[in-house]
Nanobody, 124 residues
Framework: QVQLVESGGGLVQAGGSLRLSCAAS????????MRWYRQAPGKQREFVAA???????NYADSVKGRFTISRDNAKNTVYLQMNSLKPEDTGVYYC??????????????????WGQGTQVTVSS
């Protein structure tokens, strides 16, 4: 199993900044893409940002220029630096990591794991 632990959420005023972290642990052979999603109350979960194993990044239009995704491969950790936060950024933020995990006696197999979510609240 591969577990994800998120941290860094909280309450911040509009215009402020937060940095989210998501650390993966377990029988990891390789991590490919790492992503962040968010879900606002009463809305569907939506894509926020992604970073590939080659450090290619992709962002939702709503966060471009304000959020930055990065990763530390030595720590199996993905970060989301959120600047110029707006009230509409409020929601539960989830990390999603895909890759290959080790299995005893066989070749590595794909995994796709989700974090437990961390609350981000931006007050106006």
């Amino acid at each position: 199993q591969v577990q994800l632990v998120e941290s860094g959420g909280g309450l911040v005023q509009a215009g402020g900044s937060l940095r989210l972290s998501c650390a993966a642990s377990g029988s990891i052979f390789k991590i490919n893409a790492m992503r962040w999603y968010r879900q606002a109350p009463g809305k569907q979960r939506e894509f926020v940002a992604a970073i590939t194993s080659g450090d290619i990044t992709n962002y939702a239009d709503s966060v471009k220029g304000r959020f930055t995704i990065s990763r530390d491969n030595a720590k199996n950790t993905v970060y989301l630096q959120m600047n110029s936060l707006k009230p509409e950024d409020t929601g539960v933020y989830y990390c999603n990591v895909g890759g290959l995990r080790l299995r005893i006696g066989t070749i590595p197999e794909p995994f796709d794991s989700w974090g437990q979510g961390t609350q981000v609240t931006v007050s106006s």
